[in-house]
């Protein structure tokens, strides 16, 4: 029986990162009818970025079930006719190669079933490159979520100029905006004024861009000695996030003689800003999260305006500016109009017709009447026919052939991995995370020498 004849939502959400289970749980909660009640599982893609236990706890998403899976398991557990009819809901929240595997295992699996899941996919956070290459690979879910104006014409004219259906495309915004608006008040509230650094796990990429970020805001810190400044790191070591961190800050910091007024923090990052007064990055989406609460917000031009970086994507948001002019003392203003297309509410309104709770109306809709409709196939734009020299290569990285169907050797899902099993996979995880973060740095200096 469909949700809106129940007045409940049942979701099962796969994710491969920390940051995409974030934006997948909150995505379905966000579409889910008001004062529906959401059955949630979710299953987390088994890789190198498989969220840890502290980082799902941070994430403040409880699930009604959990559990680690490969993409094959995955697509046995949901290509059953009974697990197709038992979700409303199905969220990819993967990287793109990993959203097409799944679209072409689930078309294999579903063939022509009407009664499925309605298929659900997006971005994270700002899509500032592989544009068309990650538009493509979303290709085929129902739903292809754009989480602001200017996000959804550029996935439109996308679709449309190679000639793929377009309607798919439905705006909304990041589900993870909120809390309470800034209010200049740090003294009144008893506390310090506080600047907050909020970090990419790759940008920038090297050991010298990062130290003299390192180095600055610790310099910003020892200059004004009543503010408290905050280096807000997005994992601990040997933790993976969504991208992969050779050169933590935390292991930068180690030696180095730290102010007393300066911290390392970890944490929700919407707790942490419950307290900021000043948010600076070189191009994090925590940037769109500040903005959205009001938050005087600077996107740092010290390395350059680089589309490597990401901070191009800020041009004309009236939030560049450099470490020296902060030194200085400079205060950003946003531009309003910016602001307003890339669906943050600062000025108190969405894209200019609504509020931010109404970001998710139209998805909502358009979900509800999917649901209780008879759906065709799922219908990816890449093909056999349209990509022979690259789809067979995105599907067999998880095991599929080139029609979705499970390679031979596949892992099975009807064995749960034994207690030895279960070792050797940490084993070598934590072996593959020690040679991303120590190995390969040093080979990488030993050839520089």
């Not at 994710?15 to 008001?34: F, I, N, Q, V, Y």
């Not at 292809?144 to 000639?163: I, K, M, P, T």
């Not at 390395?303 to 970086?309: K, S, T």
Request: hydrophobic letters at 40%; a neutral charge; charged letters at 20%.
């Amino acid at each position: 029986m469909p949700a809106s004849a129940t007045n409940s939502l049942r979701v099962a959400v796969l994710a491969d990162s920390d940051t995409r289970w974030k934006w997948g749980a909150l995505t379905a909660s966000r579409l889910a009818p008001e004062g529906a009640d959401i059955h949630l599982d979710g299953f987390l893609l088994r890789g190198r970025a498989t969220p840890t236990a502290r980082q799902l706890q941070e994430v403040g998403v409880r699930p009604d079930s959990l559990r680690e899976v490969t993409g094959v398991e995955f697509l046995r557990a949901l290509g059953t006719p009974e697990a197709a009819e038992s979700y409303d809901v199905l969220v990819l929240a993967l990287v793109g190669g990993g959203v097409q595997a799944m679209l072409h295992g689930l078309r294999h699996a579903w063939g022509a079933r009407s009664r499925r899941p309605v298929v659900v996919t997006g971005y994270v956070g700002v899509v500032y490159e592989k544009l068309a290459d990650g538009l493509l690979l979303r290709h085929g879910a129902d739903l292809v979520l754009a989480n602001s104006r200017q996000d959804a014409d550029r996935f439109r004219a996308v679709y449309e100029g190679v000639g793929a259906d377009a309607t798919s495309v439905t705006e909304v915004a990041l589900p993870f905006l909120g809390g309470k608006p800034y209010e200049p008040s740090a003294e009144s509230a008893g506390r310090s004024y506080t600047v907050v650094f909020a970090v990419q796990p790759s940008v920038p990429d090297n050991r010298k861009d990062r130290t003299y970020l390192l180095n600055r805001l610790i310099q910003h810190a020892r200059l004004h000695p009543d503010r408290q400044v905050l280096l807000k790191l997005r994992s601990k070591p040997g933790e993976h996030t969504t991208h992969i961190e050779e050169l933590p800050y935390q292991k930068l910091a180690q030696k180095t003689d730290l102010p007393s007024n300066f911290r390392l923090v970890y944490g929700h990052m919407g707790e942490v800003l419950d307290t900021t007064d000043l948010l600076v990055t070189v191009s994090s989406t925590a940037a769109l999260e500040s903005l959205h609460r009001r938050i005087p917000t600077v996107v740092l031009t010290d390395l350059g305006i680089r589309e490597a970086l990401g901070n191009h994507h800020f041009v004309g948001s009236g939030c560049l500016a450099s470490w020296d002019q902060l030194d200085a003392g400079h205060e950003p203003a946003p531009d309003p109009e910016w602001v307003a297309r890339q669906g943050v509410a600062a000025a108190g309104t969405f894209t200019g017709t609504g509020s931010y709770a109404t970001a998710f109306d139209a998805a909502r809709d358009r979900l509800a009447k999917l649901i209780t409709a008879e759906l065709p196939p799922l219908t990816p734009y890449y093909t056999p026919v349209t990509a022979p020299g690259y789809l067979p290569g995105i599907l067999a990285r998880h095991h599929l052939g080139p029609d979705g169907s499970p390679l031979p050797g596949a892992p099975a899902a009807d064995r749960q991995a034994g207690p030895v099993r279960q070792i050797v996979r940490r084993a070598a995880r934590g072996a593959y995370r020690h040679g991303v973060q120590r190995v390969a740095p040093a080979i990488r200096r030993m050839g520089e020498l």
